[in-house]
């Protein structure tokens, strides 16, 4: 990895010690920011950083007020760092626009391997093919060259998760896309057990969708099997088995 500059945000200075003695050694410059005002006044300084690390739990302004701050104006990948059994944070982190989190204590390599993920996908942009390689469907337009989204020619801002699980299910209109084929294509991990990272995302890209498309849903659930996007009649098909 070349040259990430990030942004580790915690008021644990033993962890962050430890956390960016540990990613300096694996090529990062790692800079550290003890509460959320300290990290929001670097990050709307001319500072650039490719990805951020949040605490949840912090005094002061707490790591998803944080976010809910920077977010829609600042689309920085942003992983979340959560408590034991804070499954309310994540979700709530995930519906704020952060990419990722990571449950406390986190064990660095684990870390370093989410970061590399995280910045896998969010800089991860298709070659420009000759012609016009847009996806065009019920509304939709998605350039896979520019990684943008139109909805009846109004801009949809999504993040980089969101984009891409959108991305998968406009490949294959009106085909069942598994959660675990989801979150090995556009987490770049292995579905475990009760990991609703991708239910977030397809929550929030259904939500702005809707938003834009006077309330039609686009995208299915189908009981026990996954999500579909719905291309004409297959949204007919799909209604027997929506939940």
Do not use: W
């Amino acid at each position: 990895m070349q040259q990430v500059e990030l942004l580790l945000v915690d008021d644990d200075r033993e962890l962050t010690a430890l956390l960016s003695e540990y990613l300096n050694y694996e090529g990062l410059i790692t800079t550290i920011a003890d509460s959320g005002e300290q990290a929001l006044a670097l990050l709307e300084s001319s500072k650039n950083f490719d990805i951020a690390v949040f605490d949840i739990m912090m005094p002061g302004m707490s790591g998803l007020e944080l976010l809910q701050q920077l977010r829609p104006r600042i689309t920085l990948p942003v992983i979340m760092l959560t408590g034991k059994g804070g499954d309310i944070d994540r979700i709530l982190g995930l519906e704020m626009g952060a990419d990722d989190y990571l449950a406390k204590p986190c064990n660095p390599r684990e870390l370093l391997a989410r970061i590399k993920a995280v910045l896998r996908r969010s800089q991860q942009q298709a070659v420009t093919k000759p012609g016009n390689n847009n996806i065009a469907l019920m509304g939709v337009v998605l350039s896979p060259s520019t990684r943008e989204v139109q909805v009846a020619g109004q801009l949809l801002e999504l993040t980089s998760a969101e984009f891409n699980v959108l991305h998968q299910l406009m490949l294959q209109p009106g085909v069942v896309v598994s959660k675990s084929v989801l979150t090995e294509k556009v987490l770049h991990r292995q579905l475990t057990a009760y990991d609703r990272s991708i239910d977030v995302h397809l929550s929030r890209v259904r939500q702005k969708l809707a938003a834009l498309n006077n309330g039609v849903e686009l995208i299915k659930t189908v009981r026990g099997e996954g999500y579909l996007f719905v291309q004409g009649l297959a949204d007919k098909a799909a209604k027997a088995n929506n939940v």
